[in-house]
């Protein structure tokens, strides 16, 4: 749905050939560069895009979640997105005969969501805002989460969300691994990131330079981190 | 404020779209779909200002945030934190947006076009854009089924334009009738608060007509930053200045302090 800092990486990298979403921007802070590039300028190569609105992408992946062939809502009636859009369809209602538009369902290949902890068994506890990350594992046919922490008892949690066991594929633990957001209770979202980010992105030799030395020459998300890691100044080493 | 203490445009701007939304919720009309940026800044204000004030609600599934700092992503935690109800994406955009329960939406966008449609999705051609905005997020919905939409953007020659480039988000659609025969429930582009002035659309026409300009504001200051033949309401009315309580508040929701 909203690709944004981590996708912008992937792109600028050359790594992306296809990007579904509905909303591809740095939140709070404007454009994500890189995906600009590729679109305005088809560097490092051209990509593909197939758009929608939030609504159109959380149908589509509740009806991959629920095993139907499609999702239906009331959009894209008037917009120009029905125009460029494949996978709607505007379909008449058998019962009342409005007009919906009806959207192919998504089911990824793989998924692969943060969430704030895990216990033996695999079975993972998501809390806070938690959006669209269910419908996600759950129309997967791979699922993965990345957990903050494993405990031996998952304590209840109001409003927290529990995807068991024998839906995920694999657990994994890793620490702050929804960085540069956040996983509530756990980490704060870095929003220094966000803004380096627009300043690292919008030239393509220091995209180049940062993705090389931050990403491709650290061994892990736990190594990454360090290289990034706040001076005691306060400002970032290394970006 | 600017360093001379008098408010800047943007000032006046978002003081007017609090109003507006201070009005909505006097008269029952006080659940309001915000996005981030100007809308949430004045959406966040009016909350601080009015009583009855209204209900925030957010693209991430929060409905009732009451932020103590601007949030800068729909996904910020102190959205999640001050909620009455977090729900998830699925279930804000059917059982709240597309079920009829939202009376205001609160947008922006990069281009307006004189019938209310709004552009977020690129300037230029869709296959070789001049540039490549973040794309349609949740305002076509929002633009469909909120009771009615109030626009803030600032007015100029290249965002207020004859026709939009890309339609991402439907105002009048191409113009009367268009929204009962595209099946669109709720009422459109209500009213767009601008940093010149207030336009709102004509009955008969649906075209988007200056109602209001902001105090110093001219008709010519309008008219050269807008890109189609606009017009004035005959009972052209003036908006009141802002007052100190209303900047006063604006500067402590931007710093963050106001509780």
């Known amino acids: 749905m909203t690709p944004d800092v981590i996708f912008d990486q992937l792109i600028g990298a050359g790594r992306v050939s296809k990007l579904t979403f509905s909303w591809g921007g740095n939140p709070g802070v404007g454009s994500l560069h890189r995906f600009r590039d590729a679109v305005e300028n088809a560097w490092p190569r051209a990509i593909e895009i197939e758009e929608h609105s939030h609504a159109g992408m959380a149908a589509r992946y509740s009806a991959g979640a629920s095993?139907?062939?499609?999702?239906?809502?009331?959009?894209?009636?008037?917009?120009?997105?029905?125009?460029?859009?494949?996978?709607?369809?505007?379909?008449?209602?058998?019962?009342?005969?409005?007009?919906?538009?009806?959207?192919?369902?998504?089911n990824p290949d793989v998924s692969i969501v943060h969430a704030q902890r895990a216990d033996r068994e695999g079975n993972v506890q998501i809390w806070g805002i938690i959006g669209i990350q269910k419908e996600a594992i759950l129309s997967a046919k791979v699922a993965i989460a990345t957990v903050e922490e494993i405990v031996d008892r998952l304590e209840p949690v109001p409003g927290a969300v529990v995807l068991p066991a024998w839906v995920m594929s694999a657990v994994a633990c890793v620490p702050n691994g929804a960085h540069p957001s956040f996983a509530m209770g756990y980490s704060h979202r870095d929003n220094d990131f966000y803004r380096d980010w627009d300043r690292i992105s919008s030239d393509r030799a220091a995209f180049e330079q940062w993705i090389e030395r931050h990403v491709i020459g650290t061994p892990d998300h736990s190594a990454f981190l360090d290289s990034i890691s706040m001076t005691a100044s306060g400002g970032r080493s290394g970006i | 404020?600017?360093?001379?203490?008098?408010?800047?445009?943007?000032?006046?701007?978002?003081?007017?779209?609090?109003?507006?939304?201070?009005?909505?919720?006097?008269?029952?009309?006080?659940?309001?779909?915000?996005?981030?940026?100007?809308?949430?800044?004045?959406?966040?204000?009016?909350?601080?200002?009015?009583?009855?004030?209204?209900?925030?609600?957010?693209?991430?599934?929060?409905?009732?945030?009451?932020?103590?700092?601007?949030?800068?992503?729909?996904?910020?935690?102190?959205?999640?934190?001050?909620?009455?109800?977090?729900?998830?994406?699925?279930?804000?955009?059917?059982?709240?947006?597309?079920?009829?329960?939202?009376?205001?939406?609160?947008?922006?966008?990069?281009?307006l076009d004189r019938l209310g449609n709004i552009n977020s999705t690129v300037i230029g051609s869709y296959h070789a854009p001049k540039t490549r905005l973040p794309?349609?997020?949740?305002?076509?919905?929002?633009?469909?089924?909120?009771?009615?939409?109030?626009?803030?953007?600032?007015?100029?020659?290249?965002?207020?334009?004859?026709?939009?480039?890309?339609?991402?988000?439907?105002?009048?659609?191409?113009?009367?009738?268009?929204?009962?025969?595209?099946?669109?429930?709720?009422?459109?582009?209500?009213?767009?608060?601008?940093?010149?002035?207030?336009?709102?659309?004509?009955?008969?026409?649906?075209?988007?007509v200056m109602t209001c300009l902001h105090p110093g504001v001219s008709r010519e200051q309008c008219l050269d930053n807008t890109g189609w033949a606009l017009r004035f309401a005959d009972d052209l009315g003036c908006t009141m200045q802002a007052t100190d309580e209303e900047l006063e508040m604006l500067h402590r929701v931007r710093s963050g302090v106001a509780s």
Do not use: H
């Open chain 1, 67 to 106: 095993g139907l062939p499609f999702g239906t809502l009331r959009g894209y009636r008037g917009t120009d997105l029905l125009q460029f859009a494949e996978n709607v369809r505007l379909i008449d209602c058998p019962f009342t005969g409005q007009k919906l538009a009806a959207v192919r369902a998504i």
């Open chain 2, 135 to 208: 794309g349609a997020g949740g305002a076509p919905e929002i633009a469909a089924a909120a009771g009615r939409v109030v626009v803030v953007m600032r007015q100029t020659r290249r965002a207020f334009v004859e026709r939009c480039d890309f339609r991402t988000s439907v105002g009048f659609g191409d113009g009367p009738g268009d929204r009962e025969t595209l099946g669109l429930t709720g009422g459109g582009t209500g009213l767009v608060i601008t940093d010149l002035g207030i336009l709102e659309p004509d009955p008969g026409t649906c075209e988007l």
């Open chain 2, 1 to 111: 404020m600017a360093s001379d203490g008098k408010p800047t445009a943007d000032d006046v701007m978002i003081v007017n779209a609090a109003r507006a939304l201070g009005d909505l919720a006097r008269v029952g009309r006080a659940t309001c779909f915000v996005g981030i940026g100007l809308p949430s800044t004045a959406a966040n204000l009016a909350r601080k200002l009015y009583d009855p004030a209204p209900v925030l609600i957010y693209e991430s599934g929060c409905i009732g945030s009451k932020p103590t700092r601007l949030p800068l992503s729909i996904g910020d935690g102190e959205l999640g934190d001050t909620a009455d109800a977090v729900v998830s994406v699925p279930e804000i955009f059917t059982y709240w947006l597309q079920a009829g329960r939202i009376d205001v939406g609160f947008l922006g966008g990069a281009q």
